[in-house]
């Protein structure tokens, strides 16, 4: 163990953060219709390619394309054995735009396929993009396909499409029907450019299928409500499943049940048990958001437990670079998961000197909590299958300054699982409800270096020797009225000395029995310029991208353990994996 006394926090507080953002959340619109907010483009029209450009960048085990740009994950699902992924991707470009329908498939959602895109911009209805859309499996056991089109005014439809052989196992050629479009933006108080991404349908007691549209109704938020008895000739209903004068448009709507405490999955296509609760989830202000309540099926409207007015206190899906997530019910082990899409953070110009844009997150499984009021998430267990060379310790005491290196791993490819365990909790320090209406803001100025009472202790990430670049994410307990309130973080500021890099500091609180549970889990899966972490058994998930200068440079990657708090934090168990490269992007012949 490192014990530098003040050389840990005093080195860091010499590095000044590269680059500092307002802007909220991590993540970017899912359509052409909405801005990449975040995106830096500082250097859009350099004709020099800079140090970042490098392959050594592309993940080993998170999926992406070989090439050009893609962004939303649309329809996953599970049939006839295979995983189907489709993804919104352009085939001629990295930068968004002439959007089709990628497609892959697996066997174990960690190793993909890749098959030629389901979908093409072939008719006038989608000219100009076959946009996000979702798979339902049909009661004859067909699947099928709604997305959005995009005609060429840029209006916004909703679209059929089936297999054009069923006994293919691979679904490598789909139809448009001569129906198409089978859902309009007609009717009054519809803005035609804000009507797209529909769910997956499900059925209600009378027997017809019922899906959401993501839609601006009266210049306000809706997941509009459209009813069918055949899946192709659709009727609106009079009212919402759900809507908010809170913001003016809501991007992919997701709509599932769950049983409190329990981690399987439902299928919502069938009938679902008495005690579920639905979720509605919703991507706006480049977050993915979600409330928990109950579809009320008498009146065909979903009614959330809370009704929070102020969308900044929404619990997100996850709190870094995460966007556009869509869940399914996998049949094959009877769970939900849930994909989202993370895309670069550099500048254009290095996307098209890379030659890609944008990975999907690693599926996760999510689930209700037992309370009912809190989504879980983890990593599928099919990614341990690429662990190798595990390391472990046991009873690292962690005081003021300390430095724990993880040896033994491979830093850049790792799955890093630890648990924190307080020696007192005495000293944590009082909460703030305020911080909850800006977390960023808050994980800034209680960042690694600076000490409280219990916390900040955590991991630093593709750090190099001289800790010039690193990245941390890291727990700050505090003490609410009830239970404690837990910061997790995961700090991008010095991730990279390149300028121009979107670096911010990620954050989210959960609430956290402390005195019960006693010991905090943080799991962190590392993939070269991902760092993707679960704390508090899956309560904060933050997605993020780093590019340090060190992986290009062949310098060694470090990971710590650290403890910057003035009370002393065990760590009763520590594990660490090196992980190998997927196979991605295998071409079917």
Known sequence: MLNPGHGWPFLLLLLLPPFESSLRCGGAGAEEATAHSHRVLLYPHSEKVSSIVSRKYRTGYHFQPPKNWINDPNGPMYYNGLYHLFYQYNPDSVIPGNKTWGHSVSADLINWLRLEPALDRTEPYDAKGCWSGSVTILADGRPAILYTGADGVKNQAQCIAFPSNNSDPFLREWTKPDSNPVIRPNGPGLNPSQFRDPTTGWTGPDGQWRIAVGAELDGYSAALLYKSEDFVHWTRVDHPLYSSNSSAMWECPDFFAALPGNSSGLDISSAVPNGAKHVLKVSLDSCDKYMIGVYDLERDRFVPDTVVDDRRLWPRIDYGNYYASKSFFD???????????????????????????????????????????????????????????????????????????????????????????????????????????????????????????????????????????????????????????????????????????????????????????????????????????????????????????????????????????????????????????????????
Request: with cysteine; aromatic share 8%; proline share 4%.
């Open 331 to 589: 049949a094959k082990k009877g769970r939900r998961i849930i994909w989202g899409w993370a895309n670069e953070s550099d500048s254009s110009s290095d996307d098209v000197a890379k030659g890609w844009a944008g990975i999907q997150a690693i599926p996760r499984r999510i689930w209700l909590d037992s309370d009912g009021k809190q989504l879980l998430q983890w990593p599928v267990e099919e990614v341990e299958s690429l662990r190798r060379n595990g390391i472990s310790h046991k009873g690292i005491e962690l005081k003021k300054g300390d430095l724990f290196e993880i040896k033994g791993t491979d830093t850049l490819q790792a799955d890093v699982d630890i648990e924190f365990e307080p020696r007192t909790m005495d000293k944590a320090d009082p909460f703030d409800p305020s911080w909850l209406l800006d977390t960023e803001k808050h994980c800034r100025e209680a960042d690694a270096t600076a000490p409280g009472g219990l916390g900040p202790f955590g991991l630093v990430l593709m750090a190099s020797d001289n800790l010039e670049e690193h990245t941390t994410v890291h727990f700050r307990v505090y003490k609410s009225q009830h239970k404690h309130m837990i910061l997790m973080c995961s700090d991008l500021r010095r991730s990279s000395l390149r300028p121009g890099l979107y670096t911010p500091a990620y954050g989210g609180f959960f609430e956290f029995d402390l005195e019960k549970e006693r010991r905090i889990s943080l799991r962190t899966l590392i993939d070269r310029s991902v760092v993707e972490s679960f704390g508090g058994g899956g309560r904060v998930c933050v997605m993020a991208r780093v590019y340090p200068m060190a992986l290009v440079k062949d310098s060694d990657a470090r990971i710590y353990v650290f403890n910057n708090g003035t009370s002393t934090v065990m760590v009763p168990q520590l594990k660490a994996w090196s992980m190998r490269r997927a196979q991605m992007n295998v071409k079917k012949g």
